[in-house]
């Protein structure tokens, strides 16, 4: 009996050791199991976010960068990520945002920056970080501060390259990009995140509603001025005006002696500072919110309300400003440097989702010759980004693209 017991015994120890070995087997299955699901499931995400980015790229097609607005289809697509596209059994939401919408900290003033709601550290370091020379502002930094961190490294003196790399800039904290600044605004108008109002890639063609680039006002002849529509007086006094020293701004050419709006709108609708096809940094009257408008000098929390209420129509050309209530030759003195109806860059915001996995990215995007090209693409696996792009919570209408199997 005691053999039988023993061996028993040994039996039993030996099952128990079997049982154990398999239930971790199986825990450690059932973890790569999972692992692999959720693998899978981001793989799946992550296809329905750049099907999402292919979809918005087939619609920038159709956009006529001489004049971007609102009443376009790209506006529209997506209903502001409110839209579920469904494909089987994932989705996507997206929304097509113009670049000229938003303030680019690359070449905003300091004007326009402190609009923002940027302290004056914080505007002294981002003009320091983006511009060349050793020596820093007031409350700003070079390299001699940036090299005494934990971690060193130098002042870019060069453009942003992407809206993070502000971080890196004194005096910026995350919450300085994603959350309401504490002080008050400068413009009047309700403080907003500077994530929502900023970009640092926006640009938009130099050309006339019908196509053509605008001519140089520091180049052409008078009787260039007189064919556009310009008297034979007022366009002998530009002249004599240039002959003094080229202009910097086309608000200087709206200062010669005999202007009148109607001479104002043909300059501003055909004319421009140097020869560039592309201007940087310019804000689009037909897209910018009310907050955007306002940063610029001259505007009045009025006149950016009134310039918003024309985008559901649009204006066709920089001269139809002069028809907004409010803005005067003397508002386009100060203003018209920094408007646009045009632009060539745009934002592909897009979000993916299978199962509980969601995916998102947004890309830069820029028109040439009508063809839609991806400049950079910043992708967040496994987060969402409704909240930072300001979309509704959830999304309110569906479009089944490919029914569930």
């Known amino acids: 009996m005691n053999r039988?017991?023993?061996?028993?015994?040994v039996t039993l120890v030996v099952l128990t050791s079997v049982a154990a070995?398999?239930?971790v087997g199986f825990a450690r299955y059932r973890v790569e199991v999972r692992a692999g699901l959720s693998e899978l499931e981001t793989y799946r995400a992550r296809l329905m976010a750049r099907s999402a980015?292919?979809?918005?790229?087939?619609?920038?097609q159709t956009v006529n960068t001489n004049t971007v607005s609102q009443v376009d289809e790209w506006f529209s697509f997506g209903n502001t990520g409110s839209e579920a596209f469904l494909v089987g059994a994932d989705r996507f939401a997206v929304q097509v945002v113009d670049a000229a919408s938003l303030v680019n900290l690359n070449t905003a003033t300091e004007q326009e920056l402190l609009a923002l709601n940027l302290t004056q550290e914080q505007i002294d370091s981002l003009l320091d970080w983006?511009?060349?020379?050793v020596a820093p502002r007031p409350e700003g930094a070079k390299d001699e501060f940036y090299n005494t961190?934990?971690?060193?490294?130098n002042a870019k003196l060069g453009r942003l390259s992407s809206l993070d790399e502000v971080l890196l800039i004194k005096g910026f904290l995350p919450s300085s990009l994603y959350e309401v600044p504490e002080q008050s605004s400068t413009t009047?108008?309700?403080?907003?995140p500077l994530a929502a109002l900023a970009t640092v890639d926006s640009f938009s063609p130099n050309n006339s509603s019908a196509g053509e680039i605008k001519g140089n006002i520091n180049a052409v002849q008078q009787q260039q001025l007189v064919q556009a529509g310009l008297s034979q007086q007022l366009s002998a006094a530009i002249i004599v005006r240039r002959n003094q020293g080229t202009f910097t701004s086309l608000g200087e050419v709206l200062r010669v002696t005999g202007m009148d709006t109607r001479s104002a709108g043909i300059i501003v609708d055909n004319f421009m500072i140097g020869g560039a096809?592309?201007?940087?940094?310019?804000?689009?009257v037909n897209t910018a919110t009310e907050a955007v408008l306002a940063t610029v000098p001259g505007i009045t929390p009025d006149t950016a309300q009134s310039i918003f209420g024309r985008q559901s129509t649009g204006l066709a050309s920089l001269s139809e400003l002069l028809q907004v209530p409010g803005y005067s030759l003397q508002v386009m003195q100060e203003s018209i440097d920094r408007f646009t109806v045009s632009s060539d860059t745009f934002l592909i915001r897009a979000e993916g989702t299978a199962g509980s996995t969601t995916y998102s990215l947004e890309a830069v995007v820029s028109l040439t010759g009508g063809i839609p090209h991806i400049l950079k693409t910043n992708e967040q696996p496994n987060r969402s980004m409704r909240g930072l792009w300001q979309w509704s919570d959830e999304t309110t209408t569906e479009t089944v693209i490919t029914e569930a199997p």
Do not use: T
């Open 53 to 60: 980015l292919a979809r918005a790229m087939s619609v920038l």
């Open 188 to 192: 009047g108008i309700e403080a907003q």
């Open 21 to 23: 070995i398999l239930a």
């Open 4 to 9: 039988r017991g023993a061996v028993m015994l």
């Open 130 to 133: 983006r511009e060349e020379g």
């Open 149 to 153: 961190l934990s971690v060193p490294y």
């Open 277 to 284: 096809p592309r201007s940087e940094g310019k804000i689009n």
